[in-house]
């Protein structure tokens, strides 16, 4: 999605992850503790299963709509005070930022999480232009300051330990030497930030939902820094993708009951803002939204992909994902990692760019049991590989393995002798073994095998 | 890009899927136990109804050992209870309130099922004292609780410059998934029913 695009060597990068076996198996758990979170705020809500039956239907009726809706939100936007610009890529929208930051005079910007503007590469542009571009957002902060993107949609620096953050806060803020608890830590980035904030010159915020119906634009933060970032600054500028519009105020509230439960497991996050335009009791205050295509009308024409782009970005499927757990984020080389980063990635960069992730997943279907929009998730990835193979993008070994599979399961003696032999040799597999597979094996173990094939278990059984 | 040249990318020919309609959901009750059992679960709390809201907000006034400055709306009523101690928010430029220690907001509407408090532009004309205090002390009316979420946005207003919904304080757990209250926004948050 991010341009240039790059070729995400997945295997290099989760091996890289998977070799230090400490952080993977915190990873791990660290992620499920917010799948198990999301899971108990779903027992909790009654109407859980309707709710989301409806929000399927809500997005596919936007989907279907966006030229009627979002002329309807500029009408009410404009009549609100937005000024509304359109951005076809995310050159456009750079552009689109840029000028209008210039032509404002303005140098200091604070930013609060918005994944389009990591997707159009809005930071790095803005600071090779000299803009002090601030990412108020903690684990933002963080990767900022670490000069790495993150590695989560929700919690972007979850790959990391608290001693890591604390090492990175003494150097970059001056905080004692061994500082790391995540409280201190938490609130020397606050004092640092709350000085920018109070300075900043312009906010640049990500929207969570357009609400056509009242021309305004909805933010979700547990922190508060959307909110900071719009009521200090006497410019603000909103960028949006042309997905994230609804018809009502009604129905952004269907989706702001699924978002929070479904990312970190609260009823709703701490602070929902709705903004019209401009503060008429502030004299000059200033306000943009961008709307951003960039590949966004490519992926809506494709009848079989277009779903994905019913995406919250509640980070679920990738809380839920063994791969995404076990291979973090930044494996994946693209700035949605995860299921659904694999099924958007195809589409935005391209099959041959993006061509190992729809293989990253077991197909174990946890995505699409946990996405609160219903997508179809693993049938989607399963999709790609079809479309891949077809292409003629899948690696010859791959290719060879998956021929002589079919011939072995299509020949039922064959399969019985091979069975036979597994049985017995299979602790064989138990055996290091060298090449590239060896990474494969490294976090799997072969379960005990049988003593007998499941046909002799089932003659067994029933005669 | 132009508007309309924009939108054309996105047009699509046959009949669209149907808007689903207004959900119908569970009905959650409108109860105060839940709510405050909601809100404790978020990092904020709810006053004792047995305690006399006046004497509440005093005492919270008495011990902020800083500046303490209340929104319109609620200022208003402090004024009426006679409670001293607090500043009107006034006018002037958004980062006034950096040193706030205490902000006192009016809610108009709170909800069961997520302990939401509604804020408009009519209660909070001014967004950033919300933000910027240390702490909140939010008054809601006794009869302005209602059950669910759905209930709640329908109620919130379609026109005025903004409203937000706040539950609990401000937190993060972006430092190794450890819950962290006080990320930028309020350090605590208590509500008392007026
Ligand atoms: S695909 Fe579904 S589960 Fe994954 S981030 Fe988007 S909305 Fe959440």
């Known amino acids: ?463 | 890009m132009d508007e309309a040249a924009f939108l054309a990318r996105f047009r699509r020919d046959g009949a669209p899927a149907p808007h689903p309609g207004r959900f119908a959901g569970h009905a959650w009750e409108a109860s105060w136990e839940g709510f405050a059992r909601v809100l404790a679960g978020v990092g904020g709390s709810l006053a004792d109804a047995a305690q006399e809201p006046r004497a509440a907000v005093q005492a919270a006034i008495d011990l902020a050992g800083g500046r303490v400055v209340a929104a319109p709306a609620a200022g208003e009523r402090l004024a009426a209870a006679g409670v001293s101690g607090w500043e009107p928010a006034g006018n002037g430029a958004p980062g006034r309130f950096a040193d706030v220690q205490l902000g006192i907001l009016w809610a108009e509407l709170a909800v069961a099922e997520n302990a939401a408090l509604l804020f408009t532009a009519e209660s909070l004309p001014e967004r950033s004292l919300a933000f910027l205090a240390e702490r909140l002390l939010v008054l809601v009316p006794a009869g302005a609780l209602v059950g669910g979420m759905a209930e709640g946005v329908a109620r919130a207003p379609r026109h005025g410059h903004h409203h937000t919904w706040m539950s609990g304080p401000s937190k993060t757990a972006d430092i190794e998934q450890t819950l962290v209250i006080g990320a930028h926004g309020a350090k605590a948050l208590v509500v008392v029913r007026w």
Request: aromatic residues 6%.
């Open chain 1, 1 to 463: 999605m991010s341009s240039p695009p790059r070729i995400p060597a997945f295997h290099r990068d989760a091996g890289r992850f998977l070799a230090d076996d400490a952080r993977v198996g915190w990873h791990d758990q660290a992620l499920w503790h917010l799948r198990a979170k999301r899971d108990k705020a779903a027992a909790a809500t009654p109407d859980w299963e309707a709710l989301r039956d409806h929000a399927a239907a809500l997005k596919a009726h936007v989907l279907d709509q966006l030229p009627e809706l979002w002329t309807r939100f500029s009408a009410n936007a404009r009549a609100a005070g937005w000024t509304v610009h359109f951005a076809a890529d995310a050159a456009e929208m750079r552009a689109t930022v840029h000028g209008l930051l210039t032509a404002a005079g303005v140098r200091r910007v604070v930013k609060s999480k918005s994944m389009l503007s990591e997707e159009c590469g809005l930071n790095p542009h803005l600071e090779a232009h000299g803009f002090e571009v601030v990412d108020t957002d903690l684990g933002e902060r963080i990767v900022q300051l670490r000069h790495e993107p993150p590695s989560h949609i929700v919690v972007p620096a979850i790959h990391l330990k608290r001693a890591e953050v604390g090492e990175l806060f003494h150097r970059e803020l001056g905080t004692p030497a061994g500082l790391d608890d995540p409280t201190a830590l938490a609130h020397a980035a606050r004092a640092d930030l709350r000085r920018r904030f109070l300075a900043a010159e312009a906010g640049i915020t990500g929207v969570n939902i357009a609400v056509a119906e009242t021309g305004a634009m909805v933010v979700c933060t547990n922190e508060g820094n959307a909110d900071l970032g719009t009521a200090l600054p006497p410019l603000h500028i909103a960028v949006v993708g042309a997905e994230k519009v609804v018809p009502t105020l009604d129905d952004a509230g269907v989706l702001l009951r699924l978002l929070a439960r479904s990312a970190t497991g609260q009823p709703i996050t701490s602070y929902t803002t709705h903004l019209a335009g401009p503060d008429p009791r502030r004299p000059g205050h200033a306000c943009h939204l961008v709307v951003v295509d960039n590949g966004r009308s490519r992926l809506a024409a494709d009848e079989h992909h277009r779903r994905a782009l019913s995406c919250i970005r509640c980070g679920a499927c990738l809380n839920t994902c063994p791969v995404y757990r076990r291979a973090s984020g930044h494996a994946y080389g693209t700035v949605i990692p995860g299921p659904i980063g694999a099924v958007l990635a195809p589409a935005m960069i391209g099959t041959a760019a993006a061509r190992a992730l729809p293989f990253a997943s077991s197909l174990c279907g946890s995505c699409t049991q946990v996405c609160p929009v219903r997508i179809d998730l693993h049938d989607q990835l399963l999709a790609w590989r079809r479309q891949l193979a077809d292409e003629g993008l899948v690696p010859l070994s791959k290719r060879l393995a998956m021929r002589a599979g079919a011939w072995f399961l299509a020949h039922p003696r064959l399969f019985a002798a091979g069975g036979w032999l597994g049985r017995r040799l299979g602790f064989l597999a138990r055996l290091p073994i060298p090449g590239p597979h060896r990474l494969w094996l490294r976090h799997r173990g072969m379960p005990d095998l049988p003593a007998d094939s499941f046909r002799a278990q089932w003659k067994n059984r029933h005669g």
